[in-house]
Nanobody, 118 residues
Framework: QVQLVESGGGLVQPGGSLSLSCAAS?????????MRWYRQAPGKQRELVAS???????DYVDSVKGRFTISRDNAKNTVSLQMKSLEPEDTAVYYC???????????WGKGTLVTVSS
């Protein structure tokens, strides 16, 4: 059973930086999966923030382009989200998702809270 555990959330001032990490366990073929970061702000729907494929292609929602960077370390089965120039609008619970397209399955972590406030 695949398990995802996010870490790195916390309180940061506007303009600050934060780095999130997601560790995957129970997966033998981590390197082939697409990994995604989502976020859900209070009272809003969950939205896709960034994705990285098995061959390291990346994609971002427009609102974070140039500020967020997604990366992966296949040797450690981790995916990271580096966030800079944070804004109060980035406040949300951030979730990690693993996409196993071959088996049409996906897995979610429990999330980590990011609060951007002065």
């Amino acid at each position: 059973q695949v398990q995802l555990v996010e870490s790195g959330g916390g309180l940061v001032q506007p303009g600050g930086s934060l780095s999130l990490s997601c560790a995957a366990s129970g997966s033998t073929f981590f390197s082939i999966y697409t990994m995604r970061w989502y976020r859900q702000a209070p009272g809003k729907q969950r939205e896709l923030v960034a994705s990285i494929t098995g061959d390291f292609r990346t994609d971002y929602v427009d609102s974070v382009k140039g500020r967020f960077t997604i990366s992966r370390d296949n040797a450690k089965n981790t995916v990271s989200l580096q966030m800079k120039s944070l804004e109060p609008e980035d406040t949300a619970v951030y979730y990690c998702k693993l996409e196993d397209f071959a088996r049409a399955m996906s897995y979610w972590g429990k999330g980590t809270l990011v609060t951007v406030s002065s």
